[in-house]
Nanobody
Framework: QVQLVESGGGLVQAGGSLRLSCATS????????MGWFRQAPGKEREIVAA????????YYTDSVKGRFTISRDDAKNTVYLQMNSLKPEDTAVYYC????????????????WGQGTQVTVSS
């Protein structure tokens, strides 16, 4: 089992920045690929970014490319999502997730999920 706890969400004005953190515990963090997802009211949960277990590969959905950066610190068992130039449409609950099966973009292929952290961007 892997436990994930997100933090760092909040209210920010458009153009501002936030850094989300996801602390993990349980099985070795380095064995998992990690992803950040978000879900806005009335919408499906979508992938935002993903990082492979080695950190060598990253993925970003088109709407956040150039603004968000995913990274991981295996010594701290933590994955981060740096979010810059935030827009109102980034408002959502953000979830981190862990995949034991490799580098994945499909939410259905992630094995463990955090409880989510709210990000609200005001215009």
């Amino acid at each position: 089992q892997v436990q994930l706890v997100e933090s760092g969400g909040g209210l920010v004005q458009a153009g501002g920045s936030l850094r989300l953190s996801c602390a993990t515990s349980g099985r070795p963090f380095s064995a998992y690929s990690m992803g950040w997802f978000r879900q806005a009211p009335g919408k499906e949960r979508e992938i935002v970014a993903a990082i492979s277990w080695s950190g060598a590969n990253t993925y970003y959905t088109d709407s956040v490319k150039g603004r968000f950066t995913i990274s991981r610190d295996d010594a701290k068992n933590t994955v981060y999502l740096q979010m810059n130039s935030l827009k109102p449409e980034d408002t959502a609950v953000y979830y981190c997730a862990a995949s034991a099966g490799g580098w994945r973009m499909d939410k259905n292929e992630y094995d463990y999920w955090g409880q989510g952290t709210q990000v609200t961007v005001s215009s």
